[in-house]
Structure formats: structure tokens, C-alpha cells
């Protein structure tokens, strides 16, 4: 069996822990005590003032020995704010664009991931607070502009992020009705994320489509991790069928999901 591929999701606070302090080398600390081959994060500040100015999406890479793909979703003069996909496998930006929003303006990053025997389509988000707004961009990210106009040919699809809904939120059961929760699909019970100190809520999600299956899941809690952001980040250990056919197309639309 080949190696499987190591997948991290983590909301990294603007790089503010919970002890207030601003630290990018801390939270590059906590990825590297995890080990990923690709990486999805959210709330990452890029010349913003209240972090110092720096690009925080590459100086996490620089430390990683990666490359980083950065999509703001808020852009105020030349500070940014948004999410990034990091890597050191051959990676290209598919998609980066606005979400629906009512509140703070969210966003979505696709990129496409050249592995071995196959391309990993690879979608990272940050969803807003309020329910029916959460709702609006799910089904903007299952609809033809995004999910649904993946084709089936060599693609596998995940999608991860802080999607600031729980399980029986009406969001979540919309994309769970087209893509498996990672955490559902072993024996072990899904952990919370949020907050990092003593997690209660299970927020950060990373779902998959056809043809990957789920070897190994865990919400990574050490020491370090606690501190560094108010949410921990969750590991997955992906196995790729190169075999399988990637989407299932365009998903319908949950109208009762809407209202």
C-alpha cells in the first residue's frame, strides 16, 4: 500500500494565542509536530497592522519548506485576511472567490494538487456565523461553480475548513448529503475542536468525495496546539484510489436546507 496522505485543517487565530500573544513560528510548530503533506488554513493575515504587517500564509510555509496559495476574503487597502492551501507537492490555483455573505465576507480557495496517480482537488473555506448566511454558501460551493462542476475524470475532492456549524446544523447536513465527514467514517468518536482549551464544539470539518477513503483521524490536542490558536487543527491520514471515478457532478439543491 502506498503512503497515505497526510491532510491538516487548522484555524490559526490571525496567529493570536490563547494567551493573546502573536506567534506565526508557534502555530508552523504545531503543523510540523503533525507531520502533512497538505495543509488548509483559515483566519490567516497578510499585511494587516494588528499582526505586525507580515505575510503570515508564507512566512508558516517558508518554515515548512512549502509553497502557499493565499485568497483573502477581506481586503481593506493593502491588508488582507483570508484562507491558505500549503504544500510541497506540485499545486496549482484552480479557483479563489467571494462567498454570499451577510456579515464578514467569506471566501473559498481551490486548488489542484498533482499526486502520483491522480489530482487531488483540494477546496478550504471559512463559513460565516449566521445559520441561513452558512447555508448560502454551502450551496454555493455544491453548485456549478464550484463541487458540481467537477468533472469525474482523475479527480478526488476535499473540501475543509471552519465551517462555524455543528452536526445538525442545516449547512452541515447539506454538504454532508454529498460528501463523507472524515470523522464519521472510523469507529472512534468525532472530537471536538473549539475552543482549543477544552473543546466543546466540532466546528472544523474536513469532508471527502469518491475514491479516498479514510485511514487514520484525529483532532491533534498536544501542549502546544492548546495555546497557539483558540482552535485545534484535525490530521487526516487520506487514502487515494487512483482507480475510482473523483465527483459525483452537480449535487441537487436541499431547499428545506434553505429555509
Known amino acids: 500500500m502506498p503512503r497515505p496522505l497526510r491532510f491538516l485543517t487548522y484555524n490559526v487565530h490571525s496567529c493570536f494565542g490563547t494567551d493573546r500573544k502573536l506567534d506565526p513560528a508557534r502555530v ?20 494587516r497592522a494588528r499582526s505586525g504587517g507580515i505575510d503570515q500564509a508564507h512566512m508558516i510555509a517558508t518554515h515548512l519548506n512549502m509553497e502557499a496559495h493565499f485568497h483573502p476574503a477581506l481586503h481593506l487597502k493593502d491588508e488582507r485576511y483570508g484562507d491558505a492551501v500549503l504544500t510541497a507537492l506540485p499545486m496549482r490555483l484552480v479557483k479563489a472567490d467571494v462567498l454570499p455573505s451577510t456579515g464578514e465576507p467569506r471566501g473559498a480557495l481551490w486548488v489542484e494538487i498533482d499526486l502520483a496517480d491522480a489530482k487531488l482537488q ?23 461553480g464550484w463541487l458540481g462542476g467537477i ?50 464544539l466540532r466546528l472544523d470539518h474536513v469532508f471527502v468525495g469518491e475514491g479516498i477513503g479514510v485511514r487514520d483521524c484525529k483532532v491533534h490536542s498536544s501542549a502546544l496546539a492548546r495555546v497557539a490558536s483558540d482552535h485545534l487543527p484535525i490530521l487526516v491520514e487520506l487514502e487515494i484510489d487512483p482507480s475510482a471515478k473523483g465527483c459525483a457532478g452537480e449535487p441537487e439543491v436541499d431547499e428545506a436546507a434553505m429555509s
Open 122 to 144: 483540494v477546496i478550504v473555506t471559512h463559513l460565516g456565523l449566521r445559520g441561513s448566511e452558512r447555508v448560502r454558501q454551502a450551496t454555493t460551493l455544491l453548485g456549478p
Open 151 to 200: 468533472g469525474q475524470a482523475d479527480s478526488r475532492v476535499v473540501l475543509a475548513g471552519d465551517l462555524n456549524a455543528i452536526a445538525r446544523s442545516a449547512a452541515y447536513k447539506l454538504l454532508a448529503a454529498h460528501l463523507k465527514d472524515v470523522q464519521l467514517q472510523l469507529k472512534a468518536k468525532p472530537r471536538p475542536t473549539f475552543p482549543s482549551r477544552l473543546p466543546l
Open 28 to 47: 508552523a510548530a504545531v503543523v510540523s509536530e503533525c507531520r502533512p503533506d497538505i495543509i488548509a488554513l483559515q483566519e490567516v493575515d497578510v499585511g
